[in-house]
């Protein structure tokens, strides 16, 4: 017989670990977004691994992403203008090139600006909070894992 609480724990590892490649894979790929997607692996692990937890919140490159948004809910500048530049070449060669129905152009231009409105949105990080954060990294004093919320109870 299976083990309810164990195949639930797998489940979320591999969720986790799926969550985990599509941020990596946003990190190259401006299509995809990079901060959802390991804050959704953060939780799977959260949930199912501490010592998976622990690595990708402290991760060289992961690891920023998920701190800067959990302490300030903010991104970079440099991450915003990127993403917005990608976004609007991927999707201008998609519409001026590709597609051929004029609805399927609105729809995506729809999208992009969706896309926009998000990124423009979300907090800018400033020179004070990366100097909190240098702060808080520098004296140990606010790791990463002790701003993460409590596991949800079943």
Same mark, same amino acid.
């Given at each position: $017989?299976?083990? #309810?609480?164990d195949?639930?724990?797998?489940l !979320?590892?591999?969720?986790g670990?799926f %969550? /985990?490649?599509?941020g990596?894979?946003?990190? @190259? /790929?401006? *299509?995809?977004? =990079? =901060?959802?997607? /390991?804050?959704?692996?953060?939780?799977?692990?959260? #949930?199912? &691994?501490?010592?998976m937890?622990?690595w990708? =919140?402290? !991760?060289?490159?992961?690891?920023?992403? *998920?701190?800067?948004?959990?302490?300030?809910?903010?991104?970079?500048?440099r991450?915003?203008? =990127?993403?917005?530049? +990608?976004?609007?070449?991927?999707?201008?060669?998609?519409? %001026? +090139?590709?597609?051929? !129905?004029?609805?399927? #152009? @609105?729809?995506?231009?729809g999208?992009?600006a969706?896309a926009?409105?998000?990124? @423009? &949105?979300?907090r800018?990080?400033t020179?004070e $909070?990366?100097a909190d954060?240098?702060? #808080?990294?520098? &004296?140990?004093?606010l790791p @990463?894992?002790?701003v993460e919320?409590?596991?949800?109870?079943?």
């Open positions: $017989m299976i083990d #309810r609480a195949l639930k724990r797998k !979320h590892v591999a969720a670990f %969550f /985990l490649v599509l990596g894979l946003g990190v @190259v /790929l401006p *299509i995809l977004p =990079t =901060t959802p997607f /390991l804050l959704l692996a953060a939780a799977m692990f959260l #949930r199912s &691994s501490g010592r937890y622990q990708l =919140t402290n !991760h060289r490159l992961f690891g920023p992403f *998920i701190r800067n948004y959990r302490l300030y809910r903010a991104v970079p500048l991450t915003k203008v =990127t993403a917005l530049i +990608f976004l609007y070449l991927t999707i201008g060669y998609s519409v %001026f +090139f590709v597609l051929e !129905h004029w609805w399927l #152009r @609105v729809g995506l231009l999208i992009a969706w926009t409105w998000h990124i @423009v &949105s979300l800018t990080l020179a $909070m990366r954060i240098e702060r #808080r990294e520098g &004296s140990n004093a @990463v894992a002790d919320p409590e596991p949800l109870q079943d």
